[in-house]
C-alpha cells in the first residue's frame, strides 16, 4: 500500500482535482472564456506530461545500472 503523500502527489488525483475546480468555475461563471478553461486544461496536461517523461526516464535509468552491474567486468559490450 502507497503512502497517504504519494497518493497526494498523484497525477491522477490531481488532474482530477483540477478538472473539478475549472468544471466548478465553469458552472458559477458561465462567462469564463473558452481559451482561459483550454489553457489551465492544457498546463496540467503538460505537467503530467512531463511527469510522465521523467518517471520513463528514471526506469529506464534504473533497467540499465542493473543489467551493466550483471555483468562481469571482463565481458565484451
Known amino acids: 500500500m502507497r503512502p497517504f503523500i ?12 483540477m478538472a473539478a475546480v475549472v ?12 481559451d482561459a478553461v483550454y489553457a489551465i486544461v492544457c498546463a496540467c496536461m503538460g505537467y503530467v506530461a512531463i511527469e510522465g517523461a521523467v518517471d520513463a526516464v528514471g526506469q529506464l535509468a534504473k533497467w540499465l545500472a542493473e543489467k551493466t552491474a550483471a555483468k562481469p567486468p571482463d565481458a565484451e559490450l
Not at 504519494?6 to 482535482?17: D, W
Open 6 to 17: 504519494e497518493r497526494l502527489k498523484s497525477r491522477k488525483l490531481i488532474m482530477a482535482l
Open 23 to 34: 468544471a466548478g468555475t465553469k458552472a458559477y461563471y458561465p462567462d469564463l472564456p473558452e
